[in-house]
């Protein structure tokens, strides 16, 4: 039985993604931010929808129309996307972190904006790092829950993805390649999906609804039948 994009082989499952870049706040006006548009996400929301599924969308700084359909919680920094992720992941079949978390936080908050001083150089940021989300997710999941990581890798792209894909014990993760024209604020994509039971699926460069409609193959495959 052929399955995949066109089908409502999702329906009556609850589905989270998560989409975008985190903002970790120095002062008022500034902030340790990186370059995801959350397309790839959207996408996966999207076609997540198109496949029956219910969808909470848990948007970190993106500015993109929410997809008609799925319930967009916007939060800002790792800690906000952590609690909205969590919270959602509660009563969820699957669990999708496309978005990009920053590692570190500034170690202080400050209330007032930082100021130039006469004479002295600016004083450092201290960052201390943030909770691993996907991570926490592998070791609080219920057996059933399908977990899907996303990596961007420079170098080495299988080898780390794999070591990676284990360390953070999810089912799948989606391993793209970055570089100077890749990835970040394109509408296409190339990727490798690693299982965790030793499978690779290569996608082709194509639209990042392409890619989202394989992962959802992937986890389709990896969910326990539906009750009856
Ligand atoms: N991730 C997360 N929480 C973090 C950091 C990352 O949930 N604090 C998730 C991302 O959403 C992504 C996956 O982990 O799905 C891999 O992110 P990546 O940055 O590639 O992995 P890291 O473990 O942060 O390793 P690296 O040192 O390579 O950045
Ligand atoms: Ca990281």
């Keep these: 039985?052929?399955?995949?994009?066109?089908?409502?082989?999702?329906?009556?499952?609850?589905?989270?993604v998560s989409a975008g870049g985190t903002r970790e706040p120095i002062d008022p006006v500034r902030f340790i931010g990186n370059r995801s548009?959350?397309?790839?996400?959207y996408a996966l929301a999207r076609?997540?929808?198109?496949?029956?599924?219910?969808?909470?969308?848990?948007?970190?700084?993106?500015?993109?129309?929410?997809p008609a359909g799925a319930r967009v919680v916007p939060v800002g920094s790792a800690e906000q996307l952590r609690a909205a992720v969590l919270a959602a992941a509660e009563e969820a079949d699957a669990v999708v972190m496309a978005a990009a978390v920053a590692d570190f936080r500034p170690a202080?908050?400050?209330?007032s904006k930082i100021k130039k001083t006469e004479g002295s150089g600016p004083e450092p940021i201290a960052l201390v790092q943030?909770?691993?989300?996907?991570?926490?997710?592998?070791?609080?999941?219920?057996?059933?829950?399908?977990?899907?990581g996303f990596a961007a890798e420079t170098d080495d792209v299988?080898?780390?993805?794999?070591?990676?894909?284990?360390?953070?014990?999810?089912?799948?993760?989606?391993?793209?390649?970055?570089?100077?024209?890749?990835?970040?604020?394109?509408?296409?994509?190339?990727?490798?999906?690693?299982?965790?039971?030793?499978?690779?699926?290569?996608?082709?460069?194509?639209a990042k609804e392409a890619l989202a409609d394989v992962v959802w193959d992937l986890v389709a495959a990896r969910l326990k039948p539906a009750a009856p």
Aim: aromatic share 2%.
């Design 47 to 66: 076609t997540a929808v198109a496949r029956g599924a219910r969808v909470t969308l848990v948007a970190a700084n993106v500015a993109l129309p929410d």
């Design 158 to 206: 299988l080898a780390n993805g794999r070591a990676k894909l284990a360390r953070k014990g999810s089912d799948l993760l989606v391993v793209n390649q970055v570089g100077e024209d890749l990835a970040f604020g394109r509408p296409d994509n190339a990727a490798v999906v690693l299982g965790a039971d030793g499978s690779e699926t290569e996608v082709p460069r194509g």
């Design 1 to 16: 039985l052929a399955r995949g994009a066109g089908d409502a082989d999702l329906a009556g499952r609850h589905v989270v």
């Design 37 to 41: 548009s959350g397309l790839q996400g």
């Design 130 to 148: 943030n909770a691993d989300i996907l991570a926490e997710l592998g070791r609080t999941r219920r057996p059933e829950q399908v977990i899907v």
């Design 108 to 111: 202080g908050y400050r209330d």
